[in-house]
């Protein structure tokens, strides 16, 4: 049996994902104690030596957050490619 390419959640969920999301689910404190989050900023630091790295819940809100550290509003044109 070949292995379908969408298993209904998302498309290249593997078992350790929806493990590590389960876990998250059950037990809130793990991220809101804040410690992953800062890990990943600083793993993406250093892997790209910037200053500084954002890491947001969706690209709507990173796309957002860009689009206004740039002055861009309402009433501005934004061309996008499709998704």
Not at 17 to 45: H, N, V
């Amino acid at each position: 049996m070949k292995r379908p390419i969408a298993l209904g959640l998302a498309p290249n969920l593997e078992k350790i994902d929806a493990i590590l999301a389960l876990k998250l689910i059950l037990f809130p404190s793990i991220y809101l104690k804040g410690d992953e989050e800062s890990k990943l900023s600083q793993w993406f630091k250093n892997y790209f030596k910037v200053k500084y790295a954002y890491s947001f819940a969706s690209a709507r809100g990173a796309l957002t957050s860009l689009l206004l550290s740039k002055d861009i509003g309402k009433g501005d044109e934004v061309i996008l490619q499709a998704f």
